[in-house]
Protein backbone atom coordinates (compact mmCIF):
# COMPACT_ATOMS: atom_id res chain seq x y z
CA UNK A 1 0.00 0.00 0.00
CA UNK A 2 1.25 3.71 -0.89
CA UNK A 3 1.12 4.68 2.90
CA UNK A 4 4.61 3.07 3.07
CA UNK A 5 6.59 5.59 0.80
CA UNK A 6 9.54 6.64 1.82
CA UNK A 7 9.91 9.43 4.20
CA UNK A 8 12.21 11.62 2.60
CA UNK A 9 9.38 12.86 0.24
CA UNK A 10 8.74 16.72 0.98
CA UNK A 11 5.31 16.82 2.67
CA UNK A 12 3.99 15.36 5.76
CA UNK A 13 4.92 11.83 7.28
CA UNK A 14 3.08 9.70 9.76
CA UNK A 15 5.49 7.15 11.10
CA UNK A 16 3.24 4.09 12.92
CA UNK A 17 1.31 6.64 14.64
CA UNK A 18 -1.33 5.31 17.38
CA UNK A 19 -3.66 7.59 19.54
CA UNK A 20 -5.18 5.42 22.60
CA UNK A 21 -8.00 6.29 24.77
CA UNK A 22 -7.94 3.90 28.03
CA UNK A 23 -8.44 0.64 25.69
CA UNK A 24 -10.09 2.47 22.98
CA UNK A 25 -7.72 2.48 20.03
CA UNK A 26 -9.03 5.30 17.97
CA UNK A 27 -5.52 5.83 15.95
CA UNK A 28 -3.82 1.97 15.66
CA UNK A 29 -0.51 2.34 13.96
CA UNK A 30 -1.09 4.05 10.64
CA UNK A 31 1.70 5.21 8.29
CA UNK A 32 0.82 8.00 5.83
CA UNK A 33 2.75 9.97 3.42
CA UNK A 34 1.26 13.07 1.96
CA UNK A 35 3.48 14.58 -1.06
CA UNK A 36 3.90 18.20 -0.99
CA UNK A 37 1.00 20.13 -3.18
CA UNK A 38 -1.60 16.99 -2.44
CA UNK A 39 -5.39 17.21 -1.48
CA UNK A 40 -5.48 14.11 0.19
CA UNK A 41 -9.10 12.78 1.78
CA UNK A 42 -9.56 11.09 5.00
CA UNK A 43 -12.92 9.07 4.32
CA UNK A 44 -14.62 7.00 6.46
CA UNK A 45 -18.15 6.40 8.63
CA UNK A 46 -18.08 8.09 12.01
CA UNK A 47 -16.34 6.83 14.65
CA UNK A 48 -13.20 5.55 12.29
CA UNK A 49 -10.45 7.43 13.52
CA UNK A 50 -10.54 9.92 10.59
CA UNK A 51 -11.21 13.04 12.97
CA UNK A 52 -8.48 11.85 15.87
CA UNK A 53 -5.52 11.49 12.80
CA UNK A 54 -6.51 15.50 11.75
CA UNK A 55 -6.57 16.55 15.21
CA UNK A 56 -3.08 14.99 15.66
CA UNK A 57 -1.68 16.10 12.15
CA UNK A 58 -2.89 19.58 13.95
CA UNK A 59 -1.23 19.36 17.08
CA UNK A 60 -4.43 19.45 19.07
CA UNK A 61 -4.31 16.00 20.14
CA UNK A 62 -0.58 14.45 21.22
CA UNK A 63 0.12 10.65 19.45
CA UNK A 64 0.05 8.02 21.77
CA UNK A 65 2.99 6.50 19.47
CA UNK A 66 4.64 7.08 16.90
CA UNK A 67 6.11 10.32 15.09
CA UNK A 68 4.61 12.96 12.69
CA UNK A 69 6.75 14.75 10.27
CA UNK A 70 6.84 17.81 8.30
CA UNK A 71 9.52 18.05 5.03
CA UNK A 72 11.35 15.19 7.43
CA UNK A 73 11.42 17.13 10.55
CA UNK A 74 9.85 15.84 13.63
CA UNK A 75 6.94 18.21 14.84
CA UNK A 76 5.22 15.39 17.12
CA UNK A 77 5.65 17.71 20.06
CA UNK A 78 4.98 20.71 18.25
CA UNK A 79 1.99 22.94 19.71
CA UNK A 80 -0.67 23.92 16.90
CA UNK A 81 0.57 27.59 16.68
CA UNK A 82 4.20 26.61 15.90
CA UNK A 83 3.31 24.21 12.79
CA UNK A 84 1.97 26.90 10.31
CA UNK A 85 -1.13 24.29 9.63
CA UNK A 86 -4.55 25.78 8.43
CA UNK A 87 -7.72 24.92 10.21
CA UNK A 88 -11.59 24.95 8.50
CA UNK A 89 -13.82 23.46 10.52
CA UNK A 90 -17.56 22.64 9.72
CA UNK A 91 -18.55 25.16 12.48
CA UNK A 92 -16.76 27.70 10.51
CA UNK A 93 -15.69 29.74 14.19
CA UNK A 94 -16.04 33.03 13.19
CA UNK A 95 -15.92 36.30 15.24
CA UNK A 96 -19.89 37.27 15.18
CA UNK A 97 -18.68 41.15 16.53
CA UNK A 98 -15.92 41.41 13.93
CA UNK A 99 -16.40 42.37 9.64
CA UNK A 100 -15.57 39.82 7.17
CA UNK A 101 -11.79 41.72 6.51
CA UNK A 102 -11.59 41.49 10.39
CA UNK A 103 -12.09 37.88 10.64
CA UNK A 104 -9.50 37.28 7.94
CA UNK A 105 -6.78 39.49 9.29
CA UNK A 106 -7.57 37.72 12.80
CA UNK A 107 -4.16 35.01 12.35
CA UNK A 108 -1.78 37.98 10.99
CA UNK A 109 -2.86 40.24 14.67
CA UNK A 110 -2.21 37.35 16.08
CA UNK A 111 1.07 37.18 15.00
CA UNK A 112 2.13 40.55 15.28
CA UNK A 113 1.93 41.46 11.69
CA UNK A 114 2.10 45.40 11.44
CA UNK A 115 -0.65 46.81 9.70
CA UNK A 116 0.68 47.81 6.06
CA UNK A 117 2.25 43.94 5.54
CA UNK A 118 -1.24 42.48 6.79
CA UNK A 119 -3.87 44.77 4.73
CA UNK A 120 -2.41 43.52 1.13
CA UNK A 121 -2.76 40.14 2.20
CA UNK A 122 -5.86 40.31 3.45
CA UNK A 123 -7.34 42.27 0.34
CA UNK A 124 -5.76 39.64 -1.65
CA UNK A 125 -7.07 36.56 -0.11
CA UNK A 126 -11.03 38.07 -0.03
CA UNK A 127 -10.41 38.20 -3.92
CA UNK A 128 -9.11 34.55 -4.25
CA UNK A 129 -12.42 33.45 -2.39
CA UNK A 130 -14.70 36.11 -4.50
CA UNK A 131 -15.66 38.07 -0.82
CA UNK A 132 -13.81 41.49 -1.71
CA UNK A 133 -17.21 42.97 -2.39
CA UNK A 134 -18.29 41.60 1.23
CA UNK A 135 -15.49 42.78 3.38
CA UNK A 136 -17.24 44.95 5.83
CA UNK A 137 -20.21 42.51 6.56
CA UNK A 138 -20.56 40.94 9.57
CA UNK A 139 -20.99 36.79 9.57
CA UNK A 140 -24.93 36.78 10.55
CA UNK A 141 -25.10 38.94 7.05
CA UNK A 142 -23.89 36.23 4.89
CA UNK A 143 -25.08 33.05 3.68
CA UNK A 144 -23.83 29.39 4.50
CA UNK A 145 -21.67 29.36 1.67
CA UNK A 146 -20.27 32.88 2.24
CA UNK A 147 -19.39 32.30 5.36
CA UNK A 148 -17.36 29.02 4.95
CA UNK A 149 -15.39 30.86 2.45
CA UNK A 150 -14.36 33.56 5.26
CA UNK A 151 -13.34 30.01 7.06
CA UNK A 152 -11.16 29.42 4.25
CA UNK A 153 -9.95 32.68 3.97
CA UNK A 154 -8.91 32.90 7.34
CA UNK A 155 -7.22 29.60 7.49
CA UNK A 156 -5.15 30.28 4.29
CA UNK A 157 -4.36 34.19 4.75
CA UNK A 158 -1.07 33.30 6.57
CA UNK A 159 0.26 30.93 3.50
CA UNK A 160 -0.25 27.65 5.88
CA UNK A 161 2.42 24.52 4.78
CA UNK A 162 -1.30 22.87 5.11
CA UNK A 163 -4.73 22.92 5.18
CA UNK A 164 -6.98 20.81 7.45
CA UNK A 165 -10.51 20.77 6.49
CA UNK A 166 -12.92 18.56 9.36
CA UNK A 167 -16.16 18.25 7.34
CA UNK A 168 -16.02 22.19 6.45
CA UNK A 169 -19.07 21.74 3.91
CA UNK A 170 -21.42 19.70 6.33
CA UNK A 171 -23.82 22.57 7.04
CA UNK A 172 -24.57 23.20 3.47
CA UNK A 173 -27.15 21.88 1.20
CA UNK A 174 -26.51 19.47 -1.17
CA UNK A 175 -26.90 22.60 -4.62
CA UNK A 176 -24.33 24.62 -2.73
CA UNK A 177 -22.45 21.74 -1.01
CA UNK A 178 -21.37 20.76 -5.05
CA UNK A 179 -20.73 24.31 -6.15
CA UNK A 180 -18.19 25.00 -3.16
CA UNK A 181 -16.65 21.68 -4.07
CA UNK A 182 -16.32 22.64 -7.48
CA UNK A 183 -14.70 26.09 -5.86
CA UNK A 184 -12.29 24.35 -3.51
CA UNK A 185 -11.23 22.19 -5.74
CA UNK A 186 -10.11 25.13 -8.03
CA UNK A 187 -8.58 27.17 -5.34
CA UNK A 188 -5.93 24.04 -4.44
CA UNK A 189 -4.88 23.64 -7.83
CA UNK A 190 -3.89 27.65 -8.11
CA UNK A 191 -2.42 27.58 -4.58
CA UNK A 192 -0.68 24.35 -4.99
CA UNK A 193 -1.13 24.26 -0.95
CA UNK A 194 -1.42 20.50 0.89
CA UNK A 195 -5.23 19.98 1.49
CA UNK A 196 -6.03 17.20 4.12
CA UNK A 197 -9.78 16.92 4.07
CA UNK A 198 -11.92 14.91 6.36
CA UNK A 199 -15.45 13.82 5.66
CA UNK A 200 -17.72 11.12 5.35
CA UNK A 201 -19.41 11.98 2.40
CA UNK A 202 -18.12 9.64 -0.37
CA UNK A 203 -19.51 12.07 -3.58
CA UNK A 204 -17.50 14.85 -1.63
CA UNK A 205 -14.42 12.22 -1.51
CA UNK A 206 -14.78 11.35 -5.37
CA UNK A 207 -15.03 14.63 -6.83
CA UNK A 208 -12.24 16.46 -4.91
CA UNK A 209 -8.93 14.55 -4.06
CA UNK A 210 -5.98 13.33 -6.08
CA UNK A 211 -6.01 10.70 -3.20
CA UNK A 212 -8.17 9.06 -1.05
CA UNK A 213 -7.71 7.08 2.10
CA UNK A 214 -10.19 4.98 3.44
CA UNK A 215 -10.35 4.38 7.70
CA UNK A 216 -11.98 1.82 9.71
CA UNK A 217 -11.36 1.13 13.02
CA UNK A 218 -8.26 3.31 13.18
CA UNK A 219 -6.92 2.16 10.32
CA UNK A 220 -6.11 3.35 7.10
CA UNK A 221 -7.67 -0.10 4.76
CA UNK A 222 -7.36 0.99 1.13
CA UNK A 223 -5.30 4.25 0.05
CA UNK A 224 -5.48 5.20 -3.71
CA UNK A 225 -6.94 7.59 -6.43
CA UNK A 226 -10.73 7.73 -6.45
CA UNK A 227 -10.96 6.45 -9.79
CA UNK A 228 -9.04 3.15 -8.51
CA UNK A 229 -10.99 2.84 -5.27
CA UNK A 230 -14.18 3.17 -6.97
CA UNK A 231 -13.47 0.54 -10.19
CA UNK A 232 -10.65 -1.96 -7.91
CA UNK A 233 -11.51 -2.15 -4.32
CA UNK A 234 -9.83 -4.55 -2.77
CA UNK A 235 -12.65 -5.81 0.11
CA UNK A 236 -16.21 -6.03 0.61
CA UNK A 237 -15.90 -3.08 2.84
CA UNK A 238 -14.14 -0.23 1.01
CA UNK A 239 -16.78 -1.79 -2.38
CA UNK A 240 -19.79 -0.93 -0.18
CA UNK A 241 -18.82 2.44 1.45
CA UNK A 242 -17.95 3.93 -1.34
CA UNK A 243 -20.72 3.87 -3.61
CA UNK A 244 -23.51 0.72 -4.14
CA UNK A 245 -22.67 -2.51 -4.89
CA UNK A 246 -24.51 -6.22 -5.13
CA UNK A 247 -22.42 -8.77 -3.76
CA UNK A 248 -22.06 -12.44 -4.60
CA UNK A 249 -20.16 -15.70 -3.92
CA UNK A 250 -19.18 -17.86 -6.23
CA UNK A 251 -17.53 -21.41 -6.64
CA UNK A 252 -14.94 -21.22 -8.78
CA UNK A 253 -15.44 -24.30 -11.39
CA UNK A 254 -12.37 -23.29 -13.62
CA UNK A 255 -9.62 -20.97 -14.45
CA UNK A 256 -8.71 -19.82 -18.09
CA UNK A 257 -6.26 -17.00 -18.80
CA UNK A 258 -7.11 -14.25 -16.53
CA UNK A 259 -10.80 -15.56 -16.61
CA UNK A 260 -12.89 -17.07 -13.98
CA UNK A 261 -15.48 -19.38 -14.24
CA UNK A 262 -17.91 -19.42 -11.23
CA UNK A 263 -21.20 -21.12 -10.07
CA UNK A 264 -23.68 -19.20 -7.87
CA UNK A 265 -26.76 -20.38 -7.55
CA UNK A 266 -26.74 -22.59 -9.87
CA UNK A 267 -25.89 -20.22 -12.62
CA UNK A 268 -22.96 -20.14 -14.55
CA UNK A 269 -20.82 -17.14 -13.86
CA UNK A 270 -17.96 -15.59 -16.13
CA UNK A 271 -15.65 -13.13 -14.38
CA UNK A 272 -11.97 -11.48 -14.39
CA UNK A 273 -9.74 -13.00 -11.87
CA UNK A 274 -7.24 -15.03 -10.42
CA UNK A 275 -8.39 -17.86 -7.24
CA UNK A 276 -7.74 -21.77 -7.05
CA UNK A 277 -10.57 -24.07 -8.27
CA UNK A 278 -12.70 -25.31 -5.61
CA UNK A 279 -12.10 -22.03 -3.60
CA UNK A 280 -15.04 -19.61 -3.01
CA UNK A 281 -14.78 -15.99 -3.99
CA UNK A 282 -16.94 -12.63 -3.17
CA UNK A 283 -17.58 -10.33 -6.17
CA UNK A 284 -18.50 -6.85 -6.19
CA UNK A 285 -20.93 -5.20 -8.92
CA UNK A 286 -21.74 -1.45 -9.10
CA UNK A 287 -25.53 -1.22 -9.93
CA UNK A 288 -24.34 0.88 -12.93
CA UNK A 289 -22.82 -1.76 -14.58
CA UNK A 290 -25.58 -3.70 -14.96
CA UNK A 291 -28.11 -3.83 -18.18
CA UNK A 292 -31.87 -4.14 -18.15
CA UNK A 293 -33.62 -5.88 -20.86
CA UNK A 294 -36.74 -6.98 -21.56
CA UNK A 295 -36.09 -9.74 -23.80
CA UNK A 296 -33.02 -12.13 -23.13
CA UNK A 297 -29.76 -10.65 -24.73
CA UNK A 298 -27.38 -12.00 -26.83
CA UNK A 299 -24.26 -12.90 -27.00
CA UNK A 300 -23.27 -10.74 -23.16
CA UNK A 301 -21.13 -12.90 -20.76
CA UNK A 302 -23.32 -12.59 -17.66
CA UNK A 303 -27.48 -12.92 -17.93
CA UNK A 304 -29.62 -14.02 -15.26
CA UNK A 305 -33.34 -13.87 -15.34
CA UNK A 306 -35.76 -12.08 -12.72
CA UNK A 307 -38.75 -10.41 -12.03
CA UNK A 308 -38.81 -6.17 -11.32
CA UNK A 309 -39.36 -6.10 -7.47
CA UNK A 310 -39.22 -2.71 -7.11
CA UNK A 311 -38.22 0.83 -9.14
CA UNK A 312 -37.11 4.78 -8.85
CA UNK A 313 -37.08 7.08 -11.00
CA UNK A 314 -34.29 9.99 -10.22
CA UNK A 315 -34.36 12.19 -13.73
CA UNK A 316 -31.71 10.54 -15.07
CA UNK A 317 -31.54 7.39 -13.86
CA UNK A 318 -33.94 4.28 -13.34
CA UNK A 319 -33.00 2.25 -10.60
CA UNK A 320 -34.30 -1.05 -10.46
CA UNK A 321 -34.27 -3.79 -7.64
CA UNK A 322 -34.63 -7.33 -9.76
CA UNK A 323 -35.18 -10.22 -8.17
CA UNK A 324 -33.57 -13.50 -9.47
CA UNK A 325 -34.10 -17.12 -8.50
CA UNK A 326 -29.89 -17.72 -8.24
CA UNK A 327 -28.61 -14.67 -7.19
CA UNK A 328 -31.08 -13.07 -4.82
CA UNK A 329 -32.26 -8.96 -5.41
CA UNK A 330 -29.98 -7.40 -8.00
CA UNK A 331 -29.92 -3.09 -8.03
CA UNK A 332 -29.22 -1.52 -11.23
CA UNK A 333 -28.87 1.89 -12.18
CA UNK A 334 -30.08 2.18 -16.22
CA UNK A 335 -29.75 5.72 -17.80
CA UNK A 336 -33.53 6.60 -18.35
CA UNK A 337 -33.69 8.18 -21.52
CA UNK A 338 -31.31 4.87 -22.62
CA UNK A 339 -33.77 2.02 -21.21
CA UNK A 340 -35.27 -0.11 -22.65
CA UNK A 341 -37.28 -1.77 -20.06
CA UNK A 342 -40.69 0.90 -18.57
CA UNK A 343 -40.59 0.05 -15.02
CA UNK A 344 -43.70 -1.83 -13.63
CA UNK A 345 -43.14 -4.02 -10.93
CA UNK A 346 -43.66 -7.96 -11.50
CA UNK A 347 -42.31 -7.52 -14.62
CA UNK A 348 -40.36 -10.46 -16.53
CA UNK A 349 -37.09 -9.07 -17.33
CA UNK A 350 -33.20 -10.61 -17.97
CA UNK A 351 -30.19 -8.65 -16.16
CA UNK A 352 -26.78 -8.73 -17.66
CA UNK A 353 -23.01 -7.51 -16.86
CA UNK A 354 -19.76 -8.19 -18.74
CA UNK A 355 -17.07 -10.52 -17.36
CA UNK A 356 -14.81 -6.98 -16.62
CA UNK A 357 -17.81 -5.04 -14.85
CA UNK A 358 -17.38 -6.95 -11.30
CA UNK A 359 -14.55 -7.26 -9.16
CA UNK A 360 -13.07 -9.71 -7.03
CA UNK A 361 -13.26 -8.90 -3.42
CA UNK A 362 -11.88 -9.82 -0.10
CA UNK A 363 -14.98 -10.61 2.19
CA UNK A 364 -14.15 -8.72 5.81
Known amino acids: MDSKQDAG ?6 RSVSKHYGNVRAVDDVDLVVPKGEFLTLLGPSGSGKTTMLMMIA ?8 DILLDQRVITGLPPEKRNFGMVFQGYALFPHMTVA ?8 VRRMARETAQPLIEKTLDLVQLGHLRDRLPRQLSGGQQQRVALARALVFAPDILLLDEPLGALDKKLRSEVQIELKQLHKRLGTTF ?16 IAIVRDGKFVQI ?3 GDLYERPDSRFVAD ?12 IGQVGDELALEAGGQNLRQIGHAPVGSEVLIA ?7 VHANQPAGVD ?8 AFSYFGSTNHFIVRTKALGSIRAAVRAWQSEVVPREGLDVFVSWTRDASVVVRDD
Do not use: W
Not at 196 to 211: C, G, K, N, P
Open 196 to 211: IYVTHDQEEALSMSDR
Open 285 to 291: LRPEKVS
Open 241 to 252: FLGDSNFMTGKV
Open 9 to 14: VQGLTL
Open 224 to 226: GGP
Open 59 to 66: GFAIPTSG
Open 302 to 309: NVVPGVVE
Open 102 to 109: QNVGFPLK
